[in-house]
């Protein structure tokens, strides 16, 4: 468990609406910055230091200091979506940054599901953080790899742990909160001790791992008939696009080299809710037809070894994996920010965190962004989508560079123009050869529908075409390629 701060002492000025809050931050970089006689924006805090809490700090070693350059100071938590896509957006010239993650590198995580049945290899859906932003390899910049516990936003520090012991702090000029959510359990109980989330690269792999145990136990001369069943019974719980597309790839694995496995997937309300109802009852048909077992009905307690139903079934299962929806991490939920009903960090149209003052108005804190799953709009919130975040992250770099840029060449700060969504469309693989996609923002009635192999087609160039570097996209079509010639890879190890 990693300490928790609670931190006091807010005080920031209060800004008029949005718009204010846009000039605001203008403002403020207004009175930060003094631009030095190399061109570049000097920021008046101090750089960058870091301690061991409780102790008299070390000296720092004269090789491990960054480079002075004058720049401000930009401290990215997070490698996911958001920040992986800020992170490459922000120009090195007008900012120095700290990335700080326990991740080095950031999830594709549309292609994570084919990671746990050996379709793509583990390395194939990380992206190197140097391959993002090679700039992270020059002095001036840093990469640690720990966690966030505590924000100090009137001392402009961050405190990060890498063992939950030992703290260190590092100072910022500007911070984005960018450090994702967590599986939801909605407090059923069992979920957290027994069910499997699928949220990362370690998920899969641990995954990938018990199935092939399972699979590997179950056939032993010793199995009970009663106990092979058990062990050979996966329930995925939650219909969305996540568990839907893990059912698939479990289908399409199962039918070219286990067929004693048995794949229940549960979901209380809607298959694919967020689909149009013809691409849903296109997607159950083909699920059926594969042979997974769709059950509509909530989970009541996941045991050791049984998933108990509210209808009073009991389903004995060998791997339960959970993917019914995303909540806030601990992490966000200890930050004094002001928050949404749901426990997200409440940001503003130019993505600004905020205090909470004592009448409960939002104010803005200018040199805090918060983007991703980690908030929503404390008016309209958008759903934990990879675009939403993607978005975000190129949305604020943006206007970091222009700000930032205009202060160098002495002109006039220009406005903020407040965050827009632009939503490209939905997919999911629903089994060998086959997706559903909607393409086009459906709720404003535009868009296009399409199921069976061109969507499958569409699925997988959409996603070759969006990973970010040639190295993963020839990892990817290595892995396919290697799998349709060869079949999955199912070494444990
Ligand atoms: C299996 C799966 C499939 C998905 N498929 C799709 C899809 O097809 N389309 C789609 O639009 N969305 C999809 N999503 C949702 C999408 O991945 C998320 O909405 C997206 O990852 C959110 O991006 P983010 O940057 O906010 O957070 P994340 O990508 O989750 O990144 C959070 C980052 O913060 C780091 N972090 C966490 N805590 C701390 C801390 N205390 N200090 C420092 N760093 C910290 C993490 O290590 C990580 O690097 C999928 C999600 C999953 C799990």
């Given amino acids: 468990m990693l300490p928790r701060r609670v931190l006091g002492g807010l005080a920031a000025s209060r800004a008029e609406g949005v718009d204010g809050t846009c000039r605001a931050l203008v403002s ?57 896509r800020l992170i490459r957006d ?9 990335v700080i993650s326990p991740r080095n590198h950031m999830v594709f995580t549309p292609l994570l599901a084919s990671t746990c049945v050996g379709t793509l290899e583990p390395r194939s859906v990380a992206l190197p953080l140097t391959d993002i932003q090679p700039q992270l390899k020059q002095l001036q910049n840093k990469y640690y790899a720990a966690d966030a516990v505590a924000i100090d936003k009137d001392k402009q520090v961050v405190t990060c742990t890498e063992d939950g012991v030992e703290e260190f ?3 910022f000029d500007m911070l984005a909160i960018a450090t994702g959510s967590q599986g939801s359990t909605f407090g059923i109980p069992g979920v957290e001790q027994h069910a499997h989330f699928l949220r990362d690269v370690s998920n899969a792999t641990h995954i990938r791992n018990h199935l092939i145990a399972n699979w590997n136990k179950a056939n032993l001369p010793t199995r009970t008939q009663k106990e092979r069943s058990r062990l050979l019974q996966i329930v995925v719980v939650g219909g969305g696009p996540t568990g839907v597309e893990f059912a698939g790839e479990l289908s399409s694995f199962i039918s070219t080299r286990a067929r004693d496995i048995r794949i229940s997937l549960v979901e209380g309300a809607q298959l694919l809710g967020s689909f149009d109802v013809r691409l849903r009852e296109y997607a159950a048909r083909k699920l059926h037809n594969q042979g997974i077992h769709l059950i509509k009905v909530m989970v009541k307690e996941v045991k050791e070894t049984e998933l108990i139903l509210q209808n009073g079934d009991v389903i004995p299962y060998g791997l339960c994996v959970w993917s019914t929806g995303v909540g806030p991490t601990d992490f966000t939920t200890s930050l004094p920010f002001a928050k949404t009903a749901r426990g997200r960090i409440a940001v503003d149209d130019c993505l600004h965190a905020g205090d909470k003052s004592s009448n409960d108005d939002f104010e803005p804190l200018h040199n805090i962004f918060a983007l991703g799953d980690c908030c929503a709009n404390k008016e309209h919130a958008l759903p934990a989508l990879a675009q939403v975040a993607e978005q975000q992250g190129m949305y604020l770099a943006k206007q970091l560079n222009a700000a930032a840029k205009a202060r160098v060449g002495k002109e006039e700060a220009p406005q903020w123009k407040p965050f827009e969504y632009h939503h490209l469309g939905s997919m999911a693989l629903v089994g060998k ?59 444990a190890w």
């Fill in 28 to 84: 403020l970089q207004n009175a930060l910055c003094k631009p030095s006689d190399t061109g570049t924006v000097q920021f008046s805090s101090p750089w960058q230091q870091h301690q061991t809490r409780g102790q008299k700090a070390a000296p720092t070693p004269a090789s491990e200091l960054p480079l002075q350059t004058g720049r401000a100071r930009m401290v990215v938590l997070g490698t996911g979506w958001a920040a992986a």
């Fill in 433 to 491: 050869g086959s997706a559903i996609v909607e393409l086009g923002d459906h709720s404003k009635g535009r868009g296009l529908s399409l199921t069976g192999f061109k969507s499958w087609l569409a699925w997988r160039s959409a996603y070759l075409t969006r990973l970010g570097n040639v190295r993963n996209r020839l990892y990817v079509m290595l892995d396919w390629t290697i799998a349709l010639l060869f079949g999955r890879d199912v070494s």
């Fill in 90 to 98: 922000i120009n090195p010239k007008l900012f120095d940054f700290t």
């Fill in 169 to 171: 702090d590092v100072k």
